[in-house]
């Protein structure tokens, strides 16, 4: 199974409101990603995890709040959003070590938007 | 980590063989060099990886000259569905530093 699922596929929330971006995958992988992506824009990198810890956190804001609970999950905790802030959130997983972390599985995404 | 740079966009028709290429210029002796495909409203998908020289397999070869500034993805006899932005990325093999940057990517659009 090569697959990382995300959910919800869309959000809508308003910029008081508490929200959760959650990703799984079953490929054993012991790294994982978080990712923003704007229309027509490259991917960025938001945080890594590295056998369930933070490895890497790109100084993205802390009304952005990642979670690894274990393994096979990876949470992103919204809260007190802008606008701005508006886009493609996407997870993604690989293994570590080499240039195995460059061999990334993606998910669909989730699109959200903030009114 | 090095800087890459890839055409904005290319046209072409179906059935022809595309080359995309991607320059490196700083890549460093322990970089390797990755492509992702990405379609609208899809995550990422890896293509093809490589260090030196040629990579094939089921889907694209990539050809990595040897001072490896720069390297070449070819897809043969593309499709429709192979309108997408293509991704050079270029990251250490050693350190397996997980900081993945993408580049501005390449927007193929495949024409009937």
């Known amino acids: 199974d090569t697959e990382v699922t995300q959910t919800p596929k869309h959000l809508v929330m308003g910029m008081t409101n508490k929200k959760s971006l959650k990703c799984e995958q079953h490929?054993?992988?012991?790294?994982m990603y978080w990712y923003k992506q704007k229309a027509k824009k490259p991917p960025e990198l938001m945080f890594v995890y590295s056998y369930e810890k933070l490895s890497i956190n790109e100084s993205v804001p802390s009304r952005f709040s990642p979670e690894c609970p274990n393994s096979s999950l990876l949470n992103l905790h919204l809260h007190a959003l802008q606008p701005e802030d508006s886009a493609l959130y996407l997870c993604?997983?690989?293994?570590?070590?080499?240039?195995?972390?460059?061999?990334?599985?993606f998910g669909p995404g989730t699109r959200l938007t903030v009114t | 980590l090095a800087k890459t740079t890839q055409p904005i966009s290319m046209d072409s028709y179906e059935g022809q063989e595309v080359n995309i290429t991607c320059s490196h210029n700083?890549?460093?002796?322990?970089?390797?060099i990755t492509w992702y495909q990405q379609f609208p409203s899809q995550g990422p998908r890896f293509i093809i990886q490589g260090y030196k020289t040629k990579v094939t397999n089921e889907v694209a070869s990539l050809f990595i000259p040897a001072d490896r500034k720069s390297s070449t993805l070819s897809l043969p006899r593309v499709s429709l569905s192979d309108t997408a932005v293509y991704y050079c990325l270029v990251g250490d093999m050693n350190t397996g530093g997980f900081k993945t940057i993408f580049g501005a990517g390449t927007r193929l659009f495949v024409k009937a």
């Open positions: 700083n890549i460093a002796t322990n970089d390797y």
């Open positions: 993604a997983s690989s293994g570590v070590g080499g240039i195995r972390v460059y061999e990334q599985y």
């Open positions: 490929m054993g992988h012991r790294a």
